[in-house]
Structures are given as C-alpha cells and as structure tokens.
C-alpha cells in the first residue's frame, strides 16, 4: 500500500502537496494541488501535442467539464508556480477510483514529476473510502507502464478497440432485451469465460468499471433509447431461447459502442452485426468495440465486419 512520501506535507485536506526535487533540480520547488481554473492556458498549452503521430489531446475538451465535476478531483503539479503536469481522480462508486489524463510538460519530464502527480491521486483516492484504484494507458506505452508499476498498480486485462462502419444489413434473431430476459442474461453473464480475462471490468468509453448484477439488472429493464445510457440486445432462436447478449450505448452523439458481448460465438457475431444496422437506423457513422483478451468475442466481432485497431492494458492498485 503506497502513501505520499514522507518529505511530502497535507495541508487543508489535500489541498496543497509539497515535494523534495530531483537532484539537480533543486532550485524548482514542485507542488502537487487541485486545480484552478486560471491553470487553463497553462496545461493546454503543454498538452497541445501530447502523441507526436496524432494531433493534439483531449483535454481541451475536457476541461471544463473536469474541473467543474464534484465526483471526482483533478491535479495539477506546479514548477515554481507553472503548470507543469495534470491528472484526474473520477469517483465512480463509493469504492472505485479511475485516474485519466495523466500529463506532463514535455520540458519536465524523466524529473520524477508524474510519480508525485499519482502519489497525490492515490492519496486523495484513499481519503475518500476508495477501495481500489484503476487506470488505461497503451500496449505499446512503455514508459507509461513503468509509472503505473512503479506507482504499486499491477496488470489486470488487455482490450482491444475494434471499429466497424455502420451497415443497413439486418439480422433476425436480435431483438431488444426485456425483463423476462434478465434470467436468461444472468446465467450468461454468471458462466461467462470472457470475464475472467476482463477482471470483471466493462468499457466505457475510455475508462472501466467492475459490473455488478444489480447494474445489469437495471440496464436490461431499462427501455432502449438513443441517448448514451445503455440499453442491451439479445440473440434468440424463434422458440425464445437467448443465445446471447450485447450491452451497447451511444457515444459523443456519432458512433455506438458495444460495452459487452456474450454468449456463444456465433451469437456475438449476430449481435456485433446488428448494432452496425441499429448504428445505421440511428444515423451513426460507426460501432467501436472495446473487445477483452478472450478469442471468441475477438472472432465474433471479426466475422462481423469490426477491424481491430489498438491495445490497452488496465492496471489496478488496491487502497
């Protein structure tokens, strides 16, 4: 179990964080607090170019909403008064902590900065009564992983983002999930082996929580709509037996995402293709698909028309 480090004082409840420099650097005096609003131009500025083969970052987009949310907290790292590095804490339960948009200024990085940023993140975390705290970052982000190992979170899953365009080809046998269903969808969902190997953790969008049976009974009860709750789909023989379930959502008001799949293979790949036609009927340009580490959903969603594009890992650090 990590805490801040001993040469680091809390003041005022987490408002302020104080920590001993790097070598070298010990003219700089870094302190990790929440952030303002004046902060603004200061971290977009240094985060206007966070991936080099991408344009720009996300959180310009974010911002606002981020720091005006009450679920949650977002830091920043000063150097000498200067915005150097930003992170957010959402609260997505009373036990769960997800950490998002981990930044630092490219000028002050490989100087331990990011390190203290997650050590004020786990703290807040705790201080709050979460239990456990997760985050995403890429397969391929080397130094990314290294921070969050360092930092005492450990590898959980692997999922891979999957993106198919919207298609008018109809299915039969899928057809809008029911409470007389929710028997049926539990026993799928209680002997699923892709759950397992996604540690019990659900997409959406860019971050991850554990699903718990009393979520998925709401979600199946809940009509279907067209905003961002989730709705789920099922697959089922002209007799009425489920075969298999989908979990889906709109996002950003232009592509549907597939949350879950489950059942047998040949369901998912039913079901993977009926939310490119629902994509189709609600005028949405794509169906993204967070997949986990699990071959026959990778395969369902292949013999759909979805494409994989990426990898992320998640990490768990337990408070």
Not at 52 to 67: A, F, S
Not at 220 to 226: D, E, H, I, L, W
Request: proline share 5%; aromatic share 8%; net charge neutral.
């Amino acid at each position: 179990m990590l805490s801040v480090p001993v040469s680091a004082s809390v003041i005022d409840g987490m408002r302020h964080v104080w920590y001993d420099v790097p070598a070298g650097r010990e003219d700089v005096q870094i302190e990790v607090r929440p952030a303002r609003a004046e902060d603004k131009a200061a971290v977009l500025a240094f985060t206007t170019h966070t991936w080099e083969d991408e344009e720009g970052d996300y959180i310009h987009l974010v911002w606002n909403r981020w720091l005006r949310n009450r679920h949650g907290q977002m830091f920043v790292a000063t150097a000498d008064g200067q915005p150097v590095s930003v992170a957010r804490v959402a609260l997505q339960s009373r036990t769960e902590a997800w950490f998002e948009g981990m930044r630092v200024d490219p000028h002050f990085r490989r100087q331990g900065i990011a390190v203290q940023v997650q050590q004020a993140c786990l703290a807040y975390a705790r201080q709050q009564g979460c239990r456990v705290a997760r985050l995403a970052t890429g397969a391929e982000n080397y130094t990314s992983q290294h921070l969050t190992e360092q930092g005492g979170f450990r590898r959980v899953a692997a999922f891979q983002h999957h993106l198919a365009p919207a298609s008018a080809e109809t299915v039969a046998g899928v057809r809008p999930a029911t409470a007389a269903d929710l028997p049926a969808i539990l026993n799928l969902w209680r002997a699923s082996a892709a759950r397992p190997a996604a540690a019990n953790l659900v997409p959406h969008g860019w971050s991850w929580q554990e699903m718990k049976e009393a979520r998925l009974r709401r979600i199946v009860a809940r009509p279907p709509k067209a905003h961002r709750a989730p709705s789920a789909l099922v697959a089922a023989s002209a007799a009425g037996e489920v075969s298999g379930f989908a979990l889906y959502r709109t996002r950003y008001g232009q592509l549907l995402e597939i949350n879950w799949l489950e059942g047998a293979e040949e369901a998912m790949r039913q079901l993977a293709q009926a939310t490119r036609a629902l994509a189709q009927e609600r005028r949405l340009n794509d169906v993204a698909c967070f997949a986990a580490d699990h071959p026959p959903v990778r395969q369902a969603l292949l013999a759909a028309g979805f494409q994989p594009e990426f990898e992320m890992w998640l990490y768990a650090c337990e408070l």
